[in-house]
T-cell receptor, first 113, second 114 residues
Framework: QQQVKQSPQSLIVQKGGISIINCAYENTAFDYFPWYQQFPGKGPALLIAIRPDVSEKKEGRFTISFNKSAKQFSLHIMDSQPGDSATYFC????????????FGGGTRVLVKP | EPEVTQTPSHQVTQMGQEVILRCVPISNHLYFYWYRQILGQKVEFLVSFYNNEISEKSEIFDDQFSVERPDGSNFTLKIRSTKLEDSAMYFCASMKGAVADTQYFGPGTRLTVL
């Protein structure tokens, strides 16, 4: 019940295209859903996060869509650039301060020029 | 911009040896974490630490693991007797303390157990 399932495992997109990564969770106690970006040899870095009281959050070219009833959320990368080539992890945590992050399996995104 | 730092970047050790991985969290943060990532797999939670004690630990974090905040700046993970399966990237993270605040990750220590 603690799992976060992420798909696809990998994604190739042309420059300027849209990358879409999906995640599903089981635990309804989760109420914070961040996306992390990880470049090779680096630690995960927060990209964007959402709480379940909103259905969408946009920051620049990155948008999270959240469907509470379906227990699913997704990351859309608009106008994908070669510099976006990285591994993306969705994650979830429960509300109380200090709670651990439960990560999805990751999606390796390659943006071709 | 403040960042989490970790040393060493790469540690090679023999099976059965003790290792200590070191982290310096962001200075005004209150919550500290260790996660690990086996090559090609997802990031897994190991332990969280707050107010000088463990607040939560995973099944992975057995008696061979321990954490300590020996002074006001360092946060360490000790593995007493390393196993081959401990080979992974270990990430330290810290968080300021608000509900659903951002966890900031360090660059990681790659541990290789031979």
């Amino acid at each position: 019940q603690q799992q976060v399932k992420q798909s696809p495992q990998s994604l190739i997109v042309q420059k300027g295209g849209i990358s879409i990564i999906n995640c599903a969770y089981e635990n309804t106690a989760f109420d914070y859903f961040p996306w992390y970006q990880q470049f090779p040899g680096k630690g995960p870095a927060l990209l964007i996060a959402i709480r379940p009281d909103v259905s969408e959050k946009k920051e620049g070219r990155f948008t999270i869509s959240f469907n509470k009833s379906a227990k699913q959320f997704s990351l859309h990368i608009m106008d994908s650039q070669p510099g976006d080539s990285a591994t993306y992890f969705c994650a979830a945590s429960k509300g109380a301060a200090g709670n651990k992050l439960t990560f999805g399996g990751g999606t390796r995104v390659l943006v071709k020029p | 911009e403040p960042e989490v730092t970790q040393t060493p970047s790469h540690q090679v050790t023999q099976m059965g040896q003790e290792v200590i991985l070191r982290c310096v969290p962001i200075s005004n943060h209150l919550y500290f974490y260790w996660y690990r990532q086996i090559l090609g797999q997802k990031v897994e939670f190991l332990v969280s630490f707050y107010n000088n004690e463990i607040s939560e630990k995973s099944e992975i974090f057995d008696d061979q693991f321990s954490v300590e905040r020996p002074d006001g700046s360092n946060f360490t993970l000790k593995i007493r007797s390393t196993k081959l399966e401990d080979s992974a990237m270990y990430f330290c993270a810290s968080m300021k303390g608000a509900v659903a605040d951002t966890q900031y990750f360090g660059p990681g220590t790659r541990l290789t157990v031979l």
